[in-house]
């Protein structure tokens, strides 16, 4: 994937004019590109409509409202789980953070992992540093990978809540989401699994979509926009919100509605997000998760054969569970910070690749590398094997 649009650098060492085509590889944080019919959904829906949804009775607020229902059943059919268990609130963090907060009380124990994004380790340690709550986070070995049984070994008498990034945002590394969901619902506590490596990517199975919560932005492995994430809760869970206002319904009282999605929806839904996420369900149901996995991984694997034959790269993470989880590859150059390899990859072969911590404040601790991160590359449906080639060629420059 090429393109002939360029950006400056912060780096005074290439000029704008010199920098060669863009070559993304940050679909972890964000996809780029979007398939045509995203982009065409998310724009005709401001264009054409622009209105509020479940703010007017006329024409076009009710087709708006219409757009927001179909992106929840659209999520929902995706998971194999009811419309109504669905919401859509602006984004995963937000909807991590009214989750862990609509679900912990005073005292209660809740187990998370050094896998773990920071948009759950750090409400949760904001909790327990106030003194709301006890937080146990279990180890990683140096892939990345969380052993199940180290989450029953942590169990108290106490514990409400366990968290669980399904896969890292950092290795690519798969967790074992299922078997840390049926422990957690064995011994009575609630389960939260953060798929925002996940959804979209990799097919998800009844075991882990049964999770008490489960969270996933639009934006990474989905192929929507910013603007809107899908949050399924498991019938019978009472997660109290987070934000109040409006909701469209039931203005008389100042009571929030009961509903889930209103809920987790307070204030003005982005219609234009919420229509992009059908086109991009759509189009991934139409060319099938199985081969889009199939694909992408297969660009990640073939891209770690060649990074492994390189002398002074260190791949990152257990090629065992990252064979099957998403198709990131992270490693790290010896004699370099991951900042330099990512400038220096986009100013000699214009490869877009994140460096650093990853918003993972723990998981480094356990693979080594808490001194600067790592490089991360993420492959998406729209990259090709002479992005790895680009890749390649740059190391081999920079290491010359």
């Known amino acids: 994937m090429t393109s002939s649009a360029t950006r400056p650098v912060t780096s ?44 007017g009775g006329y024409r076009d607020a009710i087709a708006a409202g219409q757009i927001i229902q179909q992106a929840r059943s659209a999520a929902a059919a995706m998971l194999g789980v009811a419309a109504d268990r669905v919401a859509l609130p602006m984004s995963a963090t937000l909807g991590l953070n009214q989750a862990i907060r609509g679900l912990v009380r005073p005292g209660d124990h809740v187990i998370a992992t050094a896998a773990d994004h920071n948009a759950t380790l750090r409400p949760l340690a904001q909790l327990a540093a106030a003194g709301e709550i006890e937080l146990t986070v279990v180890p990683c070995d140096r892939g990345g990978w969380v052993d199940p049984q180290e989450i029953a070994k942590a169990w108290q008498k106490a514990t409400r809540l366990v968290t669980v990034s399904q896969a890292s945002n950092v290795t ?48 990474k492995w989905l192929l929507g926009m910013h603007g809107v994430a899908v949050v399924s809760v498991r019938e019978g869970v009472a997660c109290q919100p987070l934000i109040l206002g409006g909701t469209g319904s039931a203005s008389e009282s100042l009571t929030p509605p009961l509903t889930l999605a209103e809920q987790f929806e307070a204030g003005t839904p982005d219609l234009s997000a919420a229509a992009a996420l059908v086109a991009a369900i759509d189009w991934l149901q139409a060319k099938g998760i199985e081969s889009r996995a199939t694909f992408c991984g297969g660009l990640a694997a073939a891209c770690r054969a060649r990074l492994a034959d390189l002398p002074g790269v260190q791949l990152v993470g257990s090629q065992e569970n990252q064979l099957a989880g998403p198709p990131i590859v992270s490693f790290t150059v010896a ?38 991160g790592t490089v991360r590359l993420a492959f998406g449906p729209f990259n090709t094997l002479a992005d790895i080639d680009a890749v390649v060629s740059a190391l081999v420059a920079i290491m010359q």
């Open 12 to 55: 005074p060492v290439t000029s704008p004019a010199a920098m060669p085509p863009r070559r993304y590889l940050d679909n972890a944080a964000t996809s780029w590109p979007k398939p045509e019919a995203v982009w065409q959904a998310w724009e005709r829906a401001a264009r054409d409509n622009g209105a509020a949804a479940g703010r």
């Open 172 to 219: 690519g590394v798969l967790q074992d989401a299922e078997a840390i969901v049926g422990i957690t619902r064995e011994r009575g506590g609630l389960s939260l699994v953060d798929a925002a490596q996940t959804f979209g990517q990799i097919p998800i199975t009844a075991g882990v979509a049964a999770a008490d919560v489960f969270v996933a932005p639009a934006h």
């Open 335 to 372: 004699g370099y910070s991951p900042a330099e390899v990512a400038a220096l990859l986009e100013q000699i072969a214009g490869v877009q690749a994140r460096s650093g911590l990853h918003c993972a404040a723990l998981i480094h601790e356990h693979l080594g590398t808490a001194t600067g």
